[in-house]
């Protein structure tokens, strides 16, 4: 039988070298994206993954990286002021296969139908970072929220899996997740960053997840804990 294939765009980062390392576990043949300088940071699977250099917002190395995959994992940042996050979902968006399975990376601050509810304490930390972000233009909080909106809009199968806090350390299991931010079982905010790159692939194979927006949790956090499984 073929292996199923996959692209990974943003592999270099830490989330992506995650989920190269799951998606190789699971025998995929793994296809990754990744910016000229970062090439390096992939040397550890050299042999065993092919790696295709070039900004990731560039149509033109998405549309080669993408060819021939049954599903595209995509870590969006929101890095710069020249819309890398919107470019980037955009590219995977028309250039991805009819059919294949698309997840993309973001945070809580993401939201899909306006009805999270989020700490006070989160919503003040989003504005200073968005406005500091834009003040340097180093970060532009707002081009991941038109890249989410893209995807959102689109008929392609896709998956927005939202990051609480993340943390490193030893993966706890698959997170937990909910529709919605204020939702009890997330109130811990924290996941290992290991477990959020699981979630992703995961989500590769459950077509549960096909237009859902999950803000995850780790699994064993205070939170998680003391709400049951539905
Ligand atoms: N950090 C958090 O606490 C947090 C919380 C919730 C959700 N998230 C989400 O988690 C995902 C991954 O975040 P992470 O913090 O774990 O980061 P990460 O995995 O280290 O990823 C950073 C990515 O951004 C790229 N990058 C860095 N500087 C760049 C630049 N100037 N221009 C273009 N690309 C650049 C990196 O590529 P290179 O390897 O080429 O540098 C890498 O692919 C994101 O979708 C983020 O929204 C993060």
């Given at each position: 039988m073929n292996?199923?294939?996959?692209?990974?765009v943003g592999a270099?980062?830490?989330l992506g070298?995650?989920?190269v390392q799951l998606a190789l576990d699971r025998g995929y043949e793994v296809v990754g994206v990744c910016r000229d300088r970062s090439a390096g940071k992939l040397d550890a699977f050299r042999g065993r993954i092919t790696v295709i250099c070039g900004a990731t917002n560039d149509p033109e190395v998405i549309r080669r990286a993408v060819a021939g995959c049954d599903g595209v994992l995509t870590v969006l940042v929101p890095w710069g002021v020249h819309q890398y996050s919107s470019g980037t979902a955009q590219a995977v968006l028309d250039h991805a296969r009819p059919g294949a399975r698309l997840?993309?990376?973001c945070g809580w601050h993401i939201s899909r139908d306006g009805r999270d509810v989020y700490p006070r304490t989160f919503k003040a930390a989003v504005k200073a970072a968005s406005w500091l972000g834009r003040l340097v233009r180093a970060v532009d909080i707002d081009d991941q929220v038109e890249a989410c909106r893209r995807v959102f809009a689109s008929?392609?199968?896709?998956?927005?899996?939202?990051g609480s806090d993340l943390e490193e350390g030893e993966?706890?299991?698959l997170p937990r997740w909910s529709s919605h931010v204020g939702d009890p079982v997330l109130e811990s905010n924290i996941t290992r960053r290991v477990d959020f790159a699981l979630f992703m692939v995961e989500a590769l194979e459950n077509n549960e997840l096909v237009h859902e927006a999950p803000a995850i949790v780790g699994c064993r956090t205070p939170s998680a804990?003391?709400?049951t499984t539905t």
């Amino acid at each position: 039988m073929n292996r199923k294939k996959i692209c990974i765009v943003g592999a270099s980062g830490k989330l992506g070298k995650y989920m190269v390392q799951l998606a190789l576990d699971r025998g995929y043949e793994v296809v990754g994206v990744c910016r000229d300088r970062s090439a390096g940071k992939l040397d550890a699977f050299r042999g065993r993954i092919t790696v295709i250099c070039g900004a990731t917002n560039d149509p033109e190395v998405i549309r080669r990286a993408v060819a021939g995959c049954d599903g595209v994992l995509t870590v969006l940042v929101p890095w710069g002021v020249h819309q890398y996050s919107s470019g980037t979902a955009q590219a995977v968006l028309d250039h991805a296969r009819p059919g294949a399975r698309l997840i993309f990376s973001c945070g809580w601050h993401i939201s899909r139908d306006g009805r999270d509810v989020y700490p006070r304490t989160f919503k003040a930390a989003v504005k200073a970072a968005s406005w500091l972000g834009r003040l340097v233009r180093a970060v532009d909080i707002d081009d991941q929220v038109e890249a989410c909106r893209r995807v959102f809009a689109s008929d392609t199968r896709w998956t927005v899996v939202r990051g609480s806090d993340l943390e490193e350390g030893e993966s706890q299991g698959l997170p937990r997740w909910s529709s919605h931010v204020g939702d009890p079982v997330l109130e811990s905010n924290i996941t290992r960053r290991v477990d959020f790159a699981l979630f992703m692939v995961e989500a590769l194979e459950n077509n549960e997840l096909v237009h859902e927006a999950p803000a995850i949790v780790g699994c064993r956090t205070p939170s998680a804990l003391a709400t049951t499984t539905t």
